[in-house]
């Protein structure tokens, strides 16, 4: 009956006698301030006409003109509707407002784990609560939150990554799942017969993406190579907790191998703030907390094997600068990669800036040994007002890679390369090989001169970027170097 004086009455204000109406904002909002509205309907007629409008356009008889009703505002919408004219209990239309509401605001503010699902953390937990408090504060308060979440995880796309806490100090709710399905069949949300079913579920999206423990390792990784690294540190630290990211806030990589947790998408291009008190901020943990913090900075823009480059006038960096490389540049290529190098130049200020404002954590830097990286003024600057920060030079084949690969780390901690040759350089028990004139020749090289000594890169991904997997990769670390650097610091089980 109230949809039909509802629609009666918007054929009036859109003067449509019949047929399809055209609908429009003004005209919801003319209804909703009308005297006729008020009296045949009643203090709470915006709820019901715009639940009514909701349908109507919904069924696909009448037209939009100009308002975003999304799909999950129509279903809120429509909720409220039934529950203010009493064709359903207010606790549904609570629990339809809380899953819109909750479900946006994790896909806004949390990284996924897997595609469209999300685990989120202890401190986004918190966020969550702290952001929606007034919205649940008339439907249920921070227990609304969570049963919405408990009916996520039932839909396998929202569960916590740890099993929370009970209020007070009272140690861990690990029965979180059965209680708040219980506060639902208590305030009406669902009826008690989709009590057990709702909870199954719920348990086995927790089962699946929930630890009862806190992670073994807490390591932040910075730069556009850093899923290597991440994958590594996975490898040799089970437990850990890996985030990561690029400075132009997008990710390759590192969930496509299962092992990185988290990808922060922050773009720091511009970044004017401390960065990683920002990406702490992110990834809901303290920055102290880090046990460790990687940067890989852009070799491809630093990197001298931009030489062969210029020859197709596709050279980055400095290099795209030489005559060579701009008589053969198209129009405009050499302006786009002077823009990138001052940008990662100045990506490099703001890592080098934000790593000396927390002395206290572990890092490395990492970039090959005649990287123009290192002749930079914001590292020599910042080696030498630091005296703790030490340059530390190794030839990857000692660590069991196919090519020398000479490399230099940049980190605080009193590491001494060891490797396979004893002081982390080639020579003897390198993966090289003695020629007859008593000089090591090595299986594979960067810039190979034969292609059946290139380094194999994989597959592409997205047609564009070479897969890095650990028996197809070009740049990334040996986990048996990274292991060693590890040890200096952190006790390996």
Known sequence: MTMKVVEQMLRETTKTKKGPMWIKNCHVTKLIHS????????????????????????????????????????????????????????????????????????????????????????????????????????????????????????????TLQQTPNKTHRQGKWVNWIEDAVQWMVQNRWIEDSEADEMTRKAKVMSEKYTTATKPTMLALNLGEGWRSVGRAIANLIPGAHIAGADRRGRTYTGTLHGTITAELKHDWTNQKTDLISALSRKASISPKAWDLITMEMECTLFSRANIINQATGSAHGLWALTP????????????????????????????????????????????????????????????????????????????????????????????QP????????????????????????????????????????????????????????????????????????????
């Not at 960067?446 to 997997?469: F, I, P, Q, W």
Request: proline fraction near 3%; charge should be positive.
């Open 324 to 415: 060579l490389n701009r008589a053969n540049a198209p129009p405009g290529r050499v302006e786009e990669e002077q823009e990138l190098y001052k940008q990662a130049v100045e990506a490099v200020e703001t890592q080098i800036h934000s790593l000396e404002r927390h002395p206290e954590i572990p890092f490395l830097v990492e970039n090959p040994a005649q990287s123009g990286l290192w002749d930079l003024e914001a590292i020599t600057q910042a080696i030498s007002r630091n005296p703790d920060w030490r340059v530390v030079r190794v030839d990857r084949c000692a660590y069991g890679r196919l090519e020398q690969k000479g490399t230099k780390f940049l980190t605080n901690v009193d590491w």
């Open 35 to 158: 005297n006729k509205s008020s009296k045949l309907i009643g203090r709470k007629r915006a709820a019901v006409i715009w639940g009514c409008v909701a349908q109507l356009i919904e069924s696909g008889g009448h037209k939009n003109k100009d308002m975003s009703i999304t799909e999950e505002q129509n279903a809120m919408l429509v909720a409220n509707t039934r529950a203010e004219l009493g064709e359903i209990p207010r606790g549904r239309a609570h629990r339809t407002e809380m899953k819109g509401t909750v479900r946006a605001w994790v896909e806004e503010n949390e990284e996924e784990v897997a595609p469209g699902v999300y685990a989120v953390r202890p401190g986004k937990l918190n966020q969550l609560k702290a952001a929606k408090k007034k919205t649940a504060q008339t439907r249920g308060g921070p227990t609304a939150i969570m049963a919405t979440i408990v009916e996520l995880a039932s839909e396998g796309t929202v």
């Open 418 to 493: 060891v490797g396979r040759t004893g002081n982390g350089r080639c020579g003897k028990g390198c993966t090289g090989t003695r020629t007859d004139a008593g000089k090591i020749k090595h299986q594979c090289q960067t810039m190979a001169n034969s292609s059946d000594r290139h380094v194999r890169r994989g597959d592409k991904v997205n047609g564009t970027r070479y897969e890095l997997t650990r028996d197809a990769v070009v740049n990334a670390i040996e986990e048996e170097l990274l292991e060693e650097f590890l040890r200096t610091f952190w006790t390996m089980k």
